[in-house]
Every structure is written in C-alpha cells, then in structure tokens.
C-alpha cells in the first residue's frame, strides 16, 4: 500500500506560467510534509515543508499548500523557468517517527522556453 | 566536507559478491538516512540512525542487508550475496535532527551483472 502518491508522472508548462504538482497521502499519522527537486545523476534538494498545523507555506516562488481534511498537498511554482525542469518528490513523515520519511514516485516536469 | 559525501559513485559487481557502500554525513548531523532508488521509483526507506543506533530497521529488505554507524559520523551499508534485483541508486542523506529536512549525497549506482 503506498502511503504517499504522486498521481501525474509528469507535467509540462510554458515558461512564465503556474506549474501545480500534486500530492495524496493515506497515513492520517503524517504531520510534516517536504518537497525535494532532484536533477539527473543527483541527490534530492529540500525545497519547502509544511507543518500540519498550518495550510500554506511560501518561499519565494515556491508555495505548499496542505488541504488536512482532503489529505492533499501540492507545490505551486510561479512564474516557471526553465531552471525548474527536474523530478519533484513529496515526503510525508509523522513526528511520533520523525526518522522515517515516506516518498512519493516523483514527477517530472518539464518547463518550455 | 560541505556535503553529504557517498562512496563509490558508481559500483559495478558479479551477482552473489558482498559490497559495501560509504555515507560520510554533514559534520554535527545526528541523524543518517538510506534510500533506494530503483529505475523509475521513488526512494524507498532502509534505515535511520540517530547517532550510533537505528531506532527504525523497518525498511531494510531481507537479511542480506545490514548498516552501521560509528562515531556518530560515517556509515556503511552492506548487502551480502548481491542479487539482480538489488541494482538500484543507493541514496544516504542526514539531518541535524530527525525532523528536519534531510541534504542527500549524489548516490552510489550500484548494477548487479
């Protein structure tokens, strides 16, 4: 059973525009959620977490946001650039084993000049 | 060293032969983490240690596998009478505590012949 599902394998956007990726969880223990960005022949980069006492998160260009009740969270990338083609993880974890990440199977998006 | 550091990078090795693979961890991380990226995956969790001991061995496919940690810094991942089916990406990463976000090492590709 996979906790956590990245349901589109991949995406692809227009330079400029919204990128959205999405993410579902089934372990209702989850209450910290990250995003990685991982390029070819390289380890995952932190990108941006969220706690589940709040519903939004932002850094710069790069916003999460966690709907509890749907068990959902998704990655908001505005504007796109190029820069941003990579494969995108979501990891859940529960503080109660805080060790123990759980990851998504990655989306790959592509990002058009 | 800045980052997370694995060794080798790439291992290439007879189905039935022992390897043993390297993590050497952000200096003041207490927390390491093992990863397994298969082709097209996502990261499948082994083992977590916080300093010298691995609170959660769950994620450790059979008991060909082992890890260690000394000192609180270096760790190894060994895998015993190497099958096919384990080529894969081995991903280390480390944290300064167990819920914070994890700096991943570049990988060892390991393929089995």
């Known amino acids: 059973d996979q906790q956590v599902k990245q349901n589109s394998p991949s995406l692809s956007v227009q330079e400029g525009r919204i990128s959205i990726l999405n993410c579902d969880y089934t372990n209702s223990m989850f209450d910290y959620f990250l995003w990685y960005k991982k390029y070819p022949a390289e380890g995952p980069t932190f990108l941006i977490s969220i706690s589940s006492i709040k519903d939004k998160n932002e850094d710069g260009r790069f916003t999460v946001f966690l709907n509890k009740s749907a068990k959902h969270l998704s990655l908001h990338i505005v504007p796109s650039q190029p820069g941003d083609s990579a494969v995108y993880f979501c990891a859940a974890s529960a503080r109660t084993n805080a060790g123990k990440s759980t990851f998504g199977d990655g989306t790959t998006l592509t990002v058009k000049p | 060293g800045a980052g997370v550091s694995q060794s080798p990078s790439n291992k290439v090795t007879e189905k039935g032969k022992d390897v043993e693979l390297r993590c050497d961890p952000i200096?003041?991380?207490?927390?390491l983490y093992w990863y397994r990226q298969s082709l097209g995956q996502g990261l499948e969790f082994l083992i977590y240690?916080?300093?010298?001991?691995?609170?959660?061995k769950s994620g450790l496919p059979s008991d060909r596998f082992s890890a260690e940690r000394t000192g609180g810094s270096v760790s190894t991942l060994t895998i015993q009478r190497t099958q096919q089916e384990d080529s894969a990406v081995y991903l280390c990463?480390?944290?300064?505590?167990?819920?914070?976000?994890?700096?991943f090492g570049d990988g060892t590709r390991l393929s089995i012949l």
């Open positions: 240690f916080q300093g010298n001991s691995a609170p959660d």
């Open positions: 990463a480390s944290s300064q505590q167990g819920d914070q976000p994890q700096h």
């Open positions: 200096s003041g991380h207490t927390a």
